[in-house]
Nanobody, 120 residues
Framework: QAQLMESGGGSVQAGGSLILSCTIP?????MGWFRQSPGKERQGVAS???????TITDSVNGRFSISYDRVESVLYLAMSGLKPEDTAMYYC?????????????????WGQGTQVTVSS
């Protein structure tokens, strides 16, 4: 069973930037980032396949980008222009199913989460 661990979370002011990372084996087909705020459902943020095809949710498009470094086997989420509404626990995920999109059903393995807090 894959064990995923995120890093790079923290507290920033609105307009700031953070880069989240997560080590995922390069044999994985689909990798993604999700987030969950207190009292809200988990939300898919972005996904990327091992051939670098990406998807991203509308609310972060143009501010966030997802990428996978095949040499280092590290998944990244680069976040800029952060807003208070981006405050959440962020999770990385991995899956080897038949499709790749930023929805729960595409993923089997999950990290423990890293907190991102954006103050106004």
């Amino acid at each position: 069973q894959a064990q995923l661990m995120e890093s790079g979370g923290g507290s920033v002011q609105a307009g700031g930037s953070l880069i989240l990372s997560c080590t995922i084996p390069r044999s994985t087909y689909c990798m993604g980032w999700f987030r969950q705020s207190p009292g809200k459902e988990r939300q898919g943020v972005a996904s990327v396949t091992n051939s670098a095809r990406t998807t991203i949710t509308d609310s972060v498009n143009g501010r966030f980008s997802i990428s996978y470094d095949r040499v280092e086997s590290v998944l990244y989420l680069a976040m800029s222009g952060l807003k208070p509404e981006d405050t959440a626990m962020y999770y990385c995920a991995a899956g080897n199913g038949g499709y790749c999109y930023h929805v729960d059903s595409a993923f089997r393995y999950w990290g423990q989460g890293t907190q991102v807090t954006v103050s106004s």
